[in-house]
């Protein structure tokens, strides 16, 4: 829903996630484009991320190490596994041929996939496959980001 209304009103005070409202940080509303680029923003959201959170944190679903053991080993095998989120998100930067989840058209959903890489291959973990590696260069060089670097 949160989506939807920021779409139709995007003059409002829309926040989710703050990127979204900088002009040409997403696509036209009605366009394929626009599906295109919720549908990696909400992969990412709702289903990296999520998955994350079950590996660095296992501890939060059980109080028995051995199955919060269980669980990093699960999330792990999803996340950077045969055929898991990496390998899905590596297709689609393939598939794109240009350092973005859409291609050449840099939109709020790149910054999010760079950090989600930044989050994943930290010491190795899940897994040593580095994720997304076209985007991590061209999102590491925008002013924007250059400027936040601490």
């Excluded at 940080?25 to 923003?41: D, H, N």
């Excluded at 028995?64 to 269980?70: E, M």
């Amino acid at each position: 829903m949160a989506i939807s209304y920021c779409s139709r009103r995007p003059q409002s005070a829309c926040t989710w996630p703050t990127g979204i409202r900088k002009p040409g940080s997403r696509p036209a509303v009605g366009t394929p484009e626009r599906a295109e680029f919720y549908k990696w923003l909400v992969y990412l959201t709702n289903t990296v991320q999520a998955e994350l959170l079950l590996y660095f944190y296992p501890d939060r679903l059980t109080d028995d190490a051995a199955a919060a053991a269980q669980v990093k080993k699960h999330a792990e095998a999803r996340i950077s596994g045969e055929d898991g989120m990496l390998d899905i998100l590596e297709a689609q930067l393939a598939k794109a041929a240009a350092p973005g989840l859409r291609g050449a058209h840099y939109t709020a959903a790149d910054p999010y996939l760079m950090v989600m890489a930044r989050w994943t291959p930290r010491n190795g973990e899940p897994g040593a496959q580095p994720p997304a590696p076209a985007t991590l260069p061209r999102s590491d060089g925008r002013p924007s980001r250059r400027a936040a670097r601490v």
